[in-house]
Structures are given as structure tokens and as C-alpha cells.
């Protein structure tokens, strides 16, 4: 109980920190698979991304859309503007962000690579491919955070800690998702465990700059969730799916699907 209270009596900009820590934390747990084992079966692979975007798809609904649309409501404005306006908006971020930034998906020759021509190593442009869709999911945790603090009654603590929970589940198997193929590529085990970890880092940058947005432009709020919301539902739609779709797995990635949504929604319904 103690460190529940020393947690609840922080500044929201240190629980963000802390709460994406942790979500980097248990990337890097994953990545450790990586000194146990060489390869993974693409059917696992497939589960795992289905999973990932299971947990995305509740979490953006659960811990961000729907809060959002409960304080534009109490707000006295027209309830869907921000949810809808904000959704668009980091969709559209993200994809300029896409179209910018040099990344390969899972599986995909190096010649199929996007974003700007670079002459990068295809180890780094799988990292950055993973480092691009956890922007979104550090933004998230980090702006539900920021919402406790300027207390409207639809944001709760328990909440925030279950989107941080929820993230961090399915951090675990995508921190193994992106060191494992490293490693079967020719990498170290060490540099494809460090570029696993590493794909996580900008989650704690992501939650920190949230958090203070939301906490020092408090109007903005029910507009930021929606963002992060639509941020991730775009890495979703455009990099999970039909990465776990491209092979004869359809059924397992479905079933991760369903099974993350699932897992995310009791987390958000229960604890928040």
C-alpha cells in the first residue's frame, strides 16, 4: 500500500514516466528471449502481432475514444467534434510520419522499404518500422495520465494504470518479435537484445511529452486522447494486420486478436 500511495501522490508528468518504464521494461523482457532461442515460428509471430493489435484496438476505444467523447459531453459541446477531429488528426500524423521516416516491416525484402530512400542497414529499418508504432502507444498512456490530473471524472488513475498495463502485456511478445528475426538475420545476440529494447525507448519520450501537453493546455484534452487513439488505430490498420495476415495464419492472428481485445477491455472495465 505504500508504494500505492508514494505512485498516487506523484506529479502525473513522473507517472507517465514511470507507467511507459514500465511498458519499455517489459519490451526489453521480451527482447531477452533472444538469448534462449534463434528462431520463431512465423505462426507464433503471427499470433503475437494479432494479439498486439487486439490490445491497440480496445485500448484505443476503452482508455481514449470513449473518455474523450464523456468530457466533450460534460463540457456542453458537441460531443463528437473531439473525439472525431483528434481521431483524423493522429491518423494523419502518423501518416506523415510513415511516409517520412525510413522502416521495413517484419518479412519484407529490403527494397520494399518506406519512407524517405536511405541507404540504412535493414536492421535498423526493421527497428524503426517497431519504433514508429510505439510513438503512439507512449502518447497514449502518457495523455491518460495528464487527464487524471486535470480531473474530469471519466479519467481515473486505476484507468491510466490499466492502458500502462495493457501496453506493457503486449510489449512482452513484440520486444520478441523484433529481436528473435534480428537475430536470425546474422546479429549478435546482445545487438539484436539491444535493438529490441531500444524499439521502446521513445515510449517514456512519448508519455513524458503527453502528459505535459495535456497538463499545461487543459482544453486540448478530450482532442489529445482522441490523437493518440487514431495514432494507434492507424499502426493497426496499416502494420499490424496485414503483417499477421500475409501468411497461411489467419486464424491464429485472429484469435491473438480477439484474445488481446478481450484482455484490454476486462483490464479498462475492471480497474477503471
Given at each position: 500500500?505504500?508504494?500505492?500511495?508514494?505512485?498516487?501522490?506523484?506529479?502525473?508528468?513522473?507517472?507517465?514516466?514511470?507507467?511507459?518504464?514500465?511498458?519499455?521494461?517489459?519490451?526489453?523482457?521480451?527482447?531477452?528471449?533472444?538469448?534462449?532461442?534463434?528462431?520463431?515460428?512465423?505462426?507464433?509471430?503471427?499470433?503475437?502481432?494479432?494479439?498486439?493489435?487486439?490490445?491497440?484496438?480496445?485500448?484505443?476505444?476503452?482508455?481514449?475514444?470513449?473518455?474523450?467523447?464523456?468530457?466533450?459531453?460534460?463540457?456542453?459541446?458537441?460531443?463528437w467534434m473531439p473525439a472525431t477531429l483528434?481521431?483524423?488528426?493522429?491518423?494523419?500524423?502518423?501518416?506523415?510520419?510513415?511516409?517520412?521516416?525510413?522502416h521495413l516491416h517484419l518479412g519484407l525484402?529490403?527494397?520494399?522499404?518506406?519512407?524517405?530512400?536511405?541507404?540504412?542497414?535493414?536492421?535498423?529499418?526493421?527497428?524503426?518500422?517497431?519504433?514508429?508504432?510505439?510513438?503512439?502507444?507512449?502518447?497514449?498512456?502518457?495523455?491518460?495520465?495528464?487527464?487524471?490530473?486535470?480531473?474530469?471524472?471519466?479519467?481515473?488513475?486505476?484507468?491510466?494504470?490499466?492502458?500502462?498495463?495493457?501496453?506493457?502485456?503486449?510489449?512482452?511478445?513484440?520486444?520478441?518479435?523484433?529481436?528473435?528475426?534480428?537475430?536470425?538475420?546474422?546479429?549478435?545476440?546482445?545487438?539484436?537484445?539491444?535493438?529490441?529494447?531500444?524499439?521502446?525507448?521513445?515510449?517514456?519520450?512519448?508519455?513524458v511529452i503527453g502528459a505535459a501537453t495535456?497538463?499545461?493546455?487543459?482544453?486540448?484534452?478530450?482532442?489529445?486522447?482522441?490523437?493518440?487513439?487514431?495514432?494507434?488505430?492507424?499502426?493497426?490498420?496499416?502494420?499490424?494486420?496485414?503483417?499477421?495476415?500475409?501468411?497461411?495464419?489467419?486464424?491464429?492472428?485472429?484469435?491473438?486478436?480477439?484474445?488481446?481485445?478481450?484482455?484490454?477491455?476486462?483490464?479498462?472495465?475492471?480497474?477503471?
Amino acid at each position: 500500500m505504500d508504494i500505492v500511495n508514494w505512485f498516487t501522490e506523484l506529479h502525473p508528468v513522473w507517472q507517465a514516466l514511470l507507467a511507459t518504464g514500465f511498458t519499455w521494461f517489459l519490451t526489453a523482457l521480451g527482447a531477452a528471449a533472444v538469448f534462449f532461442c534463434r528462431e520463431i515460428r512465423r505462426q507464433v509471430l503471427d499470433g503475437m502481432l494479432g494479439f498486439a493489435a487486439g490490445v491497440m484496438i480496445a485500448a484505443s476505444f476503452w482508455s481514449l475514444l470513449n473518455p474523450a467523447i464523456e468530457m466533450a459531453e460534460a463540457a456542453g459541446g458537441p460531443a463528437w467534434m473531439p473525439a472525431t477531429l483528434g481521431f483524423l488528426a493522429g491518423g494523419a500524423f502518423l501518416w506523415l510520419v510513415d511516409k517520412i521516416l525510413p522502416h521495413l516491416h517484419l518479412g519484407l525484402p529490403t527494397d520494399r522499404a518506406e519512407g524517405v530512400r536511405t541507404g540504412w542497414q535493414r536492421s535498423i529499418l526493421l527497428v524503426l518500422a517497431i519504433t514508429l508504432h510505439n510513438i503512439p502507444e507512449g502518447l497514449a498512456v502518457g495523455v491518460a495520465f495528464g487527464a487524471v490530473a486535470a480531473g474530469f471524472p471519466s479519467a481515473t488513475l486505476a484507468g491510466a494504470v490499466a492502458l500502462a498495463i495493457g501496453i506493457g502485456i503486449q510489449n512482452f511478445p513484440e520486444g520478441t518479435a523484433v529481436s528473435v528475426p534480428l537475430r536470425r538475420e546474422g546479429m549478435s545476440r546482445l545487438r539484436a537484445f539491444w535493438y529490441g529494447q531500444l524499439s521502446a525507448t521513445v515510449e517514456p519520450v512519448a508519455g513524458v511529452i503527453g502528459a505535459a501537453t495535456v497538463l499545461l493546455m487543459r482544453p486540448i484534452l478530450p482532442y489529445a486522447l482522441a490523437f493518440a487513439a487514431g495514432a494507434m488505430i492507424f499502426v493497426v490498420v496499416e502494420e499490424l494486420i496485414p503483417e499477421a495476415q500475409q501468411d497461411q495464419n489467419t486464424d491464429v492472428a485472429t484469435i491473438g486478436a480477439m484474445l488481446g481485445f478481450a484482455i484490454m477491455m476486462t483490464l479498462d472495465v475492471a480497474l477503471g
